[in-house]
Every structure is written in structure tokens, then in C-alpha cells.
């Protein structure tokens, strides 16, 4: 298989000064919700390539990635260039197992995401497996303000299909807001705070977790799941807590 599928950029959306999302038409094989794809552009001469979760769930042909533009970050910054009809290249296949083939059976799938991060969970909850599994499901979006709280439009549609079955509760540490937790993710387990808002459990009988995003926050919340007795999925050992981090901390 070839290393690269040359694609198109269809779109550019910006959400912030450094949030933006990116959408192309390109050939790549038949990807799992929750996979990501590396892009790659070729820059000074080099191919310069990094992984992305696909937002698009694997039946919509547009695909969609979410990205914020990072100090010093060599790819980033030349994403935020690309115009309409641009090539950009992919990886042929998707890759990776934040997928929920690999998450256990449960009456609560919790969706724990920071910033860009949100990305995987809103291509699982496209997919009929994610309804069909779990009884309730919850998502979660942490971000630093307000203003980074994107998709909303997307989440509102799905909280508009699923009224009873979908919670989802926004996070925003620096900035006080009328709807969202003032806190992070970890705290506001350790202190009761989210099983409050959302009157849910969460425990080793009814509950799987997927965490993503931040690897402080991933490792944080884990260690707090762990308090609890939750512990981390494996293949031959199955437990509730699976985990993919965007970077190295
Ligand atoms: C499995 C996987 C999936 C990923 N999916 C996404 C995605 O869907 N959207 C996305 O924006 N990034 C995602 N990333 C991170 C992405 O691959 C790049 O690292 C990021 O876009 C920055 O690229 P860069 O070349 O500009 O800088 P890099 O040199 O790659 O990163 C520089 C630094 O920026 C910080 N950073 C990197 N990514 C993020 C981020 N997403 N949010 C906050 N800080 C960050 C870290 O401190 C990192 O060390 C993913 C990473 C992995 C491993
Ligand atoms: N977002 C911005 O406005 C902004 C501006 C300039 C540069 N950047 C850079 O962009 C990168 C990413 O920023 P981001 O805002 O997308 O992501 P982020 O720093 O991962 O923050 C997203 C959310 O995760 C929380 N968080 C951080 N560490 C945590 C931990 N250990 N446990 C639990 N929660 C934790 C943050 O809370 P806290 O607020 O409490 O940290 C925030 O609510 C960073 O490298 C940042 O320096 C961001």
C-alpha cells in the first residue's frame, strides 16, 4: 500500500484564534470510530506528518479533522494556510484502538475529552454501536473558556435525537460561565461534582470510561478512577478505563 493518499482540502473552519477544523475529500480505505489518520504536508523539502482523530463518523465520505494551532508546532501552522482545492496528504488507512471494539459492555459509556480531543467521541456517536451498547451515554468537553467549546451545534443535534440516553456536560477551568463546571475532570469526580450534575454513577458494575485528550488530564483522572476500583482495559484482562493521549507530558 502507498505510504500517502493525496487529498483536497474541501473546507477550513475556524473556531478561535487557534482552533480551526479542516475537512478533505480523499480515497482512504474504511476506518473505526474513535481511529485517527496521520496528515502530512510536505514542508521545506520534507514530508512533516502527524496523527488526527477523524470527527467524521466512517459513513460520512467528508473527513474531518479538529486541530488547534500550537506555539512552535511545525504542522499546524502550515495547516492554517491550506485553502480550498489544496492537496494535503493522509495516511491510506485509519489506525489505532480508542475504538469500542476494545471498551466492555456497560449501562454508562463515559466520554471524557479536553479541547481538540472531543473529536473521536463525536465520529463514535455517529455510529449505531455506540446506541445499541450502552443504555446512557455521557460526554464530556473540558476547555480553558468558553469560546473553545466547539461543535456545539453538532452536540445540541445529537442531545436532540438521544433526549434521554445523551448528557453532555461542558468543563471551563478559567472563565465563570451559567452552565458549565468551574473545575478539572479529576476533581470533579474526586468531589462527587459530575455524578452530581449528571445523577449518574460511576463505578465498576455500570461504567466504562474513555479518557482522551491531555496526557496530565488522561493520567490525572485515571489514577482517581483507580480510587474507585475502576481499572485500565486490556485485552485479556478486561477492566473499564481506556485511554489515548494527544502528546507526551
Ligand atoms: C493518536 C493521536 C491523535 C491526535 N489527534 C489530534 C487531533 O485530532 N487534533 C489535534 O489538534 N491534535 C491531535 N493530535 C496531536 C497532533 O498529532 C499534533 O501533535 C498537533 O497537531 C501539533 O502538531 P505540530 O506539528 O504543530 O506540533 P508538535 O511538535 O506535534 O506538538 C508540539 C506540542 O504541542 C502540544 N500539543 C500537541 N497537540 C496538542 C493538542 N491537540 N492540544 C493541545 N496541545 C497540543 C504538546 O505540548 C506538543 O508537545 C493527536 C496525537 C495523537 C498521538
Ligand atoms: N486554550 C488557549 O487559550 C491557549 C492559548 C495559548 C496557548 N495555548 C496552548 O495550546 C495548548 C493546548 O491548550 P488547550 O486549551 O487546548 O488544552 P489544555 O491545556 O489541555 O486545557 C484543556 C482543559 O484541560 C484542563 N487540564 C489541564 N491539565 C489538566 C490535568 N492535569 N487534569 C485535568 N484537567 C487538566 C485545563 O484546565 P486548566 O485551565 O485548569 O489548566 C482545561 O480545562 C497548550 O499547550 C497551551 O499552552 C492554549
Not at 512533516?48 to 482523530?53: D, F, I, L, Q
Not at 463505578?203 to 470510561?209: E, F, G, L
Amino acid at each position: 500500500m502507498a505510504n500517502w493518499v493525496e487529498g483536497r482540502v474541501i473546507r477550513l473552519r475556524q473556531w478561535t484564534d487557534e482552533l480551526y477544523s479542516i475537512q478533505v475529500d480523499a480515497q482512504v480505505a474504511a476506518f473505526t470510530a474513535g481511529q485517527f489518520t496521520r496528515l502530512a504536508l510536505e514542508i521545506d523539502g520534507e514530508m512533516v506528518a502527524r496523527p488526527y482523530s477523524f470527527v467524521n463518523g466512517p459513513d460520512n465520505p467528508v473527513h474531518e479533522f479538529y486541530f488547534i494551532t500550537v506555539r512552535d508546532g511545525p504542522l499546524t501552522h502550515e495547516l492554517v494556510k491550506l485553502k480550498p482545492g489544496d492537496a494535503i496528504h493522509l495516511a491510506p488507512k485509519g489506525a489505532g484502538f480508542f475504538i469500542l471494539d476494545e471498551v466492555p459492555q456497560a449501562d454508562c459509556l463515559w466520554m471524557l475529552s479536553t479541547g481538540t480531543a472531543l473529536g473521536p467521541f463525536l465520529s463514535i456517536l455517529t455510529t449505531d454501536a455506540a446506541w445499541q451498547r450502552y443504555r446512557k451515554i455521557v460526554l464530556v468537553h473540558a476547555v480553558r473558556t468558553a469560546s473553545e467549546l466547539a461543535y456545539r451545534d453538532e452536540i445540541k443535534a445529537l442531545l436532540e435525537r438521544y433526549p434521554d440516553r445523551l448528557q453532555f456536560i461542558p468543563f471551563v477551568s478559567r472563565e465563570d460561565t451559567d452552565f458549565a463546571i468551574k473545575a478539572r475532570v479529576p476533581a470533579a469526580i474526586e468531589d462527587g461534582q459530575l455524578e452530581q450534575r449528571t445523577g449518574i454513577a460511576i463505578n465498576t458494575a455500570d461504567s466504562q470510561v474513555m479518557i482522551c485528550g491531555n496526557p496530565d488530564m488522561v493520567r490525572d483522572t485515571v489514577a482517581v478512577l483507580e480510587t474507585r476500583g475502576l481499572k485500565k482495559n486490556r485485552r485479556r484482562d478486561p477492566g473499564h478505563i481506556t485511554t489515548e493521549q494527544y502528546w507526551k507530558s
